[in-house]
């Protein structure tokens, strides 16, 4: 067992965590063992303390992720008709079935509701053969989500037929006790096909972006009541996350993808600590986005996704 990581190969009956464990075996043995392989050289190598090293990987001010980089991602699809329809946001795939993404996601203006996930994809470019399109079965939102508020943004999305794991697709697991460092979340990845900076076209590449997370009383301050968050910035159920002197944030069509850092037991998972919600313009150093803290939402989570 890894210093100052008790329990965590182990099962508690807590369920998100517990299917965490599930997905980190069945990607297999290999993958996990060289992660914790170099975990403790790392550790042992200076035999003061635990220097270990995330791996960074630089949505406005961010990069073209690789294929298969970030296995859960979903983009949804709004429309009539699956071959013609507008893709305008994005998710995580947490289960066979679910889909985790934003409350203000279940719906666009003027498409309608959300009607399908496409998953196993890099590019929206990418050919058709490469998307793994599946329809949306169950929509559930969060019961205290009421827009335009942006408290409670979060909601579920169930396929209409079981997603198929396989090299292109892969579930991502949810931020879950116990924490295995107070400092894991210091700065986390966004991922997105939103747009690539204020007033640009949308992404063909989904992006990523490492970003700082601001401190609460950073939060407040950018975030002020308003019409949209009539009580301010809540802590206790958002997160904030951008860059203080560099371009680097989410942007409009980013809404519902995944605040993520790779999981501190296996490189190949990423666990999801938030979801893209809303913010300011984008593409401006010193802004910061809001997303909704998952950890809050766990047992609501966890009552649709692997009920008793």
């Given amino acids: 067992m890894l210093p100052g990581t008790p329990g965590w190969f182990y099962k508690t009956g807590q369920k998100a965590r517990d299917a965490c464990l599930d997905y ?23 035999g003061n303390c635990l220097d270990v090293e995330l791996r960074y990987v630089a949505a406005a001010g961010g990069e073209d992720a690789e294929r298969d ?3 859960h991602m979903a983009m949804l699809g709004f429309g009539k008709d699956i071959d013609s329809a507008q893709w305008l946001c994005g998710g995580s795939l947490i289960s066979n079935r679910f889909i985790l993404t934003a409350g203000h996601c279940i719906a666009a203006p003027q498409s309608g509701p959300v009607r399908y996930a496409a998953l196993g994809i890099l590019k929206r470019s990418d050919p058709l053969e490469l998307w793994q399109r599946y329809f949306i079965k169950r929509v ?13 943004d979060i909601a579920l999305l169930e396929t209409a037929t079981e997603v198929s794991f396989n090299v292109h ?5 949810l931020h879950s006790p116990p924490n295995l460092d107070r400092q894991w979340d210091i700065s986390a990845e966004a991922t997105g096909w939103g747009a690539l900076g204020h007033n640009r076209e949308l992404a063909d590449t989904l992006q990523t972006v490492r970003l700082e997370r601001f401190e609460p009383h950073e939060c407040r301050q950018l975030y002020r009541p308003h019409r949209h968050l009539l009580h301010g910035y809540n802590h206790s159920t958002q997160m904030c996350y951008g860059h203080r002197e560099k371009i680097r944030d989410t942007c409009k069509g980013d809404s519902g993808g995944p605040l993520l850092n790779t999981n501190p037991i296996s490189e190949c998972v990423y666990t999801i600590i938030g979801v893209t919600s809303s913010g300011k313009s984008c593409g401006f150093a010193g802004n910061s986005g809001v997303y909704t803290r998952v950890l809050h939402y766990l047992p609501w989570i966890e009552s649709i996704v692997w009920p008793d």
């Fill in 169 to 173: 697709v892969f579930p991502a697991c």
């Fill in 140 to 152: 559930v939102q969060h019961p205290e989500y009421k827009p335009p508020s942006k408290y409670h």
């Fill in 69 to 71: 980089q970030y296995k």
């Fill in 24 to 46: 980190l075996d069945l990607i297999g043995n290999k993958c996990v063992l060289h992660v914790l392989y170099e975990y403790i050289k790392a550790f042992n190598s200076d």
